[in-house]
């Protein structure tokens, strides 16, 4: 990249930084909002502004720090501008199965009992109310098969930990 090339982009990457502050400065918070209440937001958008063109339509990021029952911690954050997220060529068949997987309440029962600590397909298939031991070993198939779940072997299943946040945090928007 040529010189000029490097500071007109520190300049338009500049410019988009102080409208910003402008932007933040000259709007007071909304009402039953308090400053800096959105400070993820905040810093997102300034690394919208950044990308430039490409991300003109802004775009989701979802974040997580979460210590489980087991005492296992995970730090996790996902970012994705609009037009990807929309995108009409996206594989909407692995997305569908993705969360038909999540669809079913034994499911979703099983993927909170093994974040809190039960791994194991006997411990699993003991909980009242998860059905047979054959169903159990179906509904966990489901799980793995999608993604949501990993066998450590001997028969421990683990969420992986790319899909912690992420599941909790699908689980935080359908209660919402």
């Known amino acids: 990249m040529e010189l000029e090339d490097r500071v007109a982009e520190l300049e338009r990457r500049l410019a988009a930084l102080e409208?910003?502050?402008?932007?933040?400065r000259a709007a007071p918070p909304?009402?039953?909002?308090?400053?800096?209440?959105?400070w993820a937001l905040e810093g997102w958008k300034a690394r919208?502004?950044?990308?430039?063109?490409?991300a003109e339509a802004g775009g989701v990021l979802f974040t997580g720090?979460?210590?489980?029952?087991?005492g296992e911690r995970y730090e996790w954050q996902q970012a994705a501008v609009t037009e990807d997220v929309l995108d009409p060529g996206a594989d909407a068949g692995r997305t569908a199965d993705s969360l038909a997987a999540l669809g079913n309440p034994v499911r979703l029962r099983l993927l909170r009992e093994i974040l809190g600590g039960r791994r194991t397909a006997?411990?699993?298939?003991?909980?009242?109310?998860?059905?047979?031991s054959g169903q159990v070993y179906h509904h966990l198939r489901q799980l793995t098969a999608a993604?949501?779940?990993?066998t450590t072997g001997r028969g421990r299943h683990e969420v992986p930990v790319s899909r912690v946040v992420p599941l909790l945090v699908l689980l935080s928007a359908a209660i919402a």
């Open 65 to 70: 720090a979460v210590t489980l029952p087991a």
């Open 122 to 132: 006997a411990e699993l298939t003991a909980l009242d109310g998860v059905g047979t």
């Open 48 to 54: 919208l502004a950044e990308a430039g063109p490409a």
């Open 30 to 38: 909304e009402p039953g909002r308090a400053e800096g209440d959105f």
């Open 19 to 24: 409208a910003g502050e402008r932007a933040e």
């Open 147 to 150: 993604g949501w779940l990993h």
